[in-house]
Each structure stands twice: as C-alpha cells, then as structure tokens.
C-alpha cells in the first residue's frame, strides 16, 4: 500500500496562523496546531502566542524533557514545512542539549535545595527569635535584615522549583513552590510562573518581555517613548508628562526604588488572584499568600513600638530590594527590540539580550545561579549546581557562531545599567521630543 502524500506548507503561510483561536507552531519540520491546547499548556499561553507561527524547536527543544516528546502526535495536523532547515547554530545548540542529557546533567541537583532549605530554616529561626526574646533595638535591626536575606533565599528556590523538579517528586515540588513562594515571600507563584515564562520566551522585547515593562518608573530604551502597547499586560504603556518627570531621574530613584520593589511584587499577586483569568490551583495560590500575611504582620506585631516595627519592615525590604537589583542587571544594558520573538532565532535572541556577571565560585550562594543568566536562559531546565560546569560549553558556542556572550562583575553590571538609565533619562529631558498627554492634562485644558 502506497505511503499518503505529504502536504506541505510555506514558512509564510504558517505565519498567517498566529492568533488565539488558530494558533500554529512548526517543530523539527512538523506543523501542529496547538489553538485549542494553549488553555491548557502548562507554561501559560503567552509563550505559544508569542511564538505562534514560527518553526519553535529550539524553544521546545530548551523547555521540555525527552518525554514531552510523545505528547505531539495528538496536535499534528497533516502538514510539514516545505524546504524545512536548521541553521548551524541550531544543529550545535541541539547537540549541546542532548550532550547535557546523556550526561544526566537536567537530573544531576546536588543537595544544593537541601543546603538552601537548611539556610532558610536557620535565617528564620534567627530572625523570629531575635524578635520575641532579645529587647535590642540593634537586634531587631539585624533581624529585619535577616528577615530580607530569607527572601531572598527563599526566592532563589522558588526560581529554581519553577524551572525543573527540585524535589522527589511532582507533589513534593509544588508544595515547596507554594512554601517559598506564596508563604515566606508572599508572592504568588503562579504569577511569578505566568510573569517568568513570558519574559525567558521573549527576553528583552520592550513590548512582550515585561521584566522591562516598568513605566512608569523606568525606561532602558527611548523606543518606549513612542508609548508601546504591553502584549503581556494587555494595555499601552503612555510615555506622558508624568512618566518623563519619573525617568528623567530613574538613575538617581533606581536603588531607592529597588528597596520597595517588592511591593509591586505582592500587588500583582493580588490582582491576578482576584482576577477572572485562569490560575491553576486557585486556592491553594491564595491560602498560601494568606499565610505570609498572618505570620509576618503577627511577627512585626511583636516589637515593642510603632518605631522598630517600621524599621524592622524597612530592613527587610531594603535587604530584599539586592535581589531586585540583581534581577535588572542581567538585562537592563544588553540589547533591546521590538516585536515578537523570534523562534529561528533562540540562541541569538537569549544571548544578546542577556549578561553574565563573573564572580568565584563560593559566592554562587548571592547570585542564586542567575550570575550565569546566558546558560541559565538558554538552557532554563538545567539545575543551578550545573550552570558552572556548561559555561565553557555554552562561551565556545557563542565564539563559533559570533554571538555574544556578555560578562561583568557584579559592580560593573551595576555601572552599566546605572548609565542605561542615566542616558534614557538624559533623551527623556529632551523638550523637543514630544510626549502623550495624559487625562489630568485633557480635564485642565478641556473647554467648553
């Protein structure tokens, strides 16, 4: 019996096929429709959206196990690509994940969680003791910060249980997940899952990556000038008279901002748990933030006055406010766009978007593997005890295909991203560029 014929498709007419509801995606030559399955996926559906139309098998290849592999038959819809062909950055970065597979790499964790758990247990400890059995005001100060050096760690973890199994098993990792995340941190980890994907997919698009969506404190580029629409939150970002006083002096409100960061972090929580949008594990989401915000109010409670309880929040705001620090250095100075991300160009996108910052290995603790954010990024399922070892692997890659591969010290890093800001903010004073009004300007100079 004679094999069907192939149908085949162009590259072009995949593309017409990227909106919800008639959501297309090419893998190894492959077209599958996934309009339907984009509710479900795991990751959210902004990462297929954002891809949709485009050959992704670099994106797939970095995202899912070997066992993911079995699950596409039943979104094949009869069409292959026509004149389908990898490029030779493709063919090596895919070696390289196999390589690292065979090698048992994805599944080597060390006892880096446990150590990192043991930390989290003792910085606790300290912190509630320091509070319910010392009358030092010093102490308390120190305990704030303590306090803030837990979510850090505690982040950290989350971080690391969102991108790959850190524990035995699936169960034993969400609870974790909800641990860290939702009950020491108070963050919602279902939107640090729904925020983090899209930015990995879409690193360093002004209007798909929103880890640079921070107007209207923050420009890296005056392309957000021209008052961008936000394709993850869904609403323009308006580059407006009050926008320009904020970024006119972002290099000078960085840090101090930065040490309140995570107020934003605990408002976006509440707004995606309390909206109409699908979370999975609704309450589970919710019972954990509930958690956080009766055992720290209570512990904050048991200060002896109004004074040290304001100072023990700020310490531990301000000690926090590092990490977030941390979170812009890796991109805030590389190379910016906009528009969608492109899947035939993965490992070109992730790198020049992306900086590492070199430090020795016993500091590996402060950075929470994101000092090696290139591997980290395109390689997101690798476990942070292994980011050291494939660095190497990941610097000669770039090298034979000229892609860059960006490092800093921890201070350098602050410097450049200080002076990317500094010189949004200096195109920002810039009179002659003109601004959107905004609806306080509209209701003063409205007539009649």
């Known amino acids: 019996m004679a094999e069907p014929t192939k149908r085949f498709i162009t590259f072009e007419s995949l593309k017409a096929h990227n909106k919800p509801g008639d959501l297309w995606i090419s893998i190894q030559g492959m077209v599958y429709d996934v309009s339907d399955w984009a509710k479900e996926h795991p990751g959210g559906y902004l990462p297929l959206l954002s891809l949709a139309g485009q050959d992704v098998t670099d994106a797939f290849v970095a995202y899912h196990p070997n066992t993911a592999w079995q699950y596409l038959d039943k979104f094949f819809n009869g069409y292959f690509i026509e004149d389908y062909s990898v490029s030779e950055v493709s063919k090596d970065y895919r070696m390289l994940v196999s390589e690292f597979s065979q090698m048992g790499l994805f599944e080597k964790k060390g006892h880096l969680a446990l150590i990192s758990f043991c930390f989290m247990a003792l910085l606790f400890s300290v912190s509630v003791w320091g509070v319910l059995c010392c009358s030092s005001i010093w102490v308390h100060l120190v305990c704030g910060g303590l306090m803030g050096g837990l979510w850090i760690q505690s982040g950290w973890a989350g971080h690391d249980s969102g991108h790959y199994q850190i524990m035995p098993s699936k169960k034993l990792n969400r609870f974790v997940q909800i641990l860290t995340g939702n009950c020491l941190a108070g963050i919602s980890i279902a939107w640090w899952k729904w925020n983090h994907n899209a930015h990995h997919i879409s690193c360093n698009s ?35 008279s009050v926008t320009r006083l904020f970024v006119s002096y972002q290099h000078w409100t960085f840090y101090p901002v930065m040490c ?47 004074g040290e309880r304001l100072m023990f929040v700020l310490a531990s705001f301000a000690v926090s406010g590092i990490q977030h620090v941390q979170f812009c ?23 020049r978007g992306t900086l590492d910052i070199t430090c020795p290995s016993w500091m590996d603790w402060f950075h929470g593997g994101l000092q090696f954010q290139i591997e980290h990024h395109l390689f997101p399922r690798l476990p942070r005890s292994q980011l050291r070892k494939v660095s190497p692997f990941v610097r000669e890659l770039c090298k034979k295909h000229n892609l860059p591969y960006d490092t800093a010290s921890f201070w350098k890093a602050n410097a450049l991203t200080v002076r990317t800001l500094r010189n949004a903010a200096l195109q920002a004073r810039d009179v002659a560029n003109p601004v959107q009004k905004n609806l306080v300007w509209e209701a003063v100079n409205t007539h009649g």
């Open 206 to 240: 002004l209007d798909f990556d929103p880890d640079l969506q921070h107007m209207p404190f923050f420009v890296v580029s005056s392309k957000l000038f021209n008052s961008l629409t936000s394709c993850f939150y869904e609403r323009k970002m308006p580059f407006d």
């Open 329 to 351: 250095l890796n991109h805030f100075s590389s190379i910016v766009y906009v528009g969608p991300p492109s899947g035939s160009d993965w490992c070109g996108k992730q790198t």
């Open 260 to 306: 309140f960061a995570r107020l934003n972090l605990f408002a976006q929580s509440f707004m995606l748990l309390c909206s109409k949008r699908k979370v999975p594990n609704r309450v589970q989401e919710i019972l954990g933030i509930s958690v956080f915000w009766i055992w720290y109010p209570l512990l904050v409670s048991c200060l002896p006055n109004l």
